[in-house]
Nanobody, 126 residues
Framework: QLQLVESGGGLVQPGGSLRLSCAAS????????IGWFRQAPGKEREGVSC????????NYPETVKGRFTISRDNAKNTVYLQMNSLKPEDTAVYYC???????????????????WGQGTQVTVSS
C-alpha cells in the first residue's frame, strides 16, 4: 500500500522554525516528484514547494521563497521541508504529495499528484 506520512508540525512562535518530514512506505520515492501543500481553514489548498525526483529542480511561490527549503534523502525515502522565519499566515495543515516522473521538473498543482499524506498541523502564534 502506497502511503505518505507527514510529521514535524506543531506550535511555534512567529520568527521560529520547523522542519517537516514526509516519509514514504510501500514504495520508493526514487522516481517520484514530491510537492508540499498547505490548506488553511476556509482557503484553497496551495503549493508551497516541490522537488523533482533527482532533487535537481525545486520551485517555491513568492510567499515562502527565501524562508522555506525543500530537500530529499532518497536513501531514507524521506522528503523534508525546512521552514524558517515563520509567520502567523503560515498557519495551516501541511500535506506532502507524490507523483511518478523522471523528468527534471515539478509542479505546484494539487490535481497533478497521485498520492497524498494525511497532513500535519502547523500553528504560528505567540
Amino acid at each position: 500500500q502506497l502511503q505518505l506520512v507527514e510529521s514535524g508540525g506543531g506550535l511555534v512562535q512567529p520568527g521560529g522554525s520547523l522542519r517537516l518530514s514526509c516519509a514514504a512506505s510501500g514504495f520508493s520515492l526514487d522516481y517520484y516528484v514530491i510537492g508540499w501543500f498547505r490548506q488553511a481553514p476556509g482557503k484553497e489548498r496551495e503549493g508551497v514547494s516541490c522537488i523533482s525526483s533527482r532533487g535537481t529542480t525545486t520551485n517555491y511561490p513568492e510567499t515562502v521563497k527565501g524562508r522555506f527549503t525543500i530537500s530529499r534523502d532518497n536513501a531514507k525515502n524521506t522528503v523534508y521541508l525546512q521552514m524558517n522565519s515563520l509567520k502567523p499566515e503560515d498557519t495551516a495543515v501541511y500535506y506532502c504529495a507524490a507523483r511518478t516522473s523522471t523528468l527534471d521538473m515539478c509542479k505546484q498543482v494539487p490535481t497533478w499528484y497521485q498520492v497524498w499524506g494525511q497532513g500535519t498541523q502547523v500553528t504560528v502564534s505567540s
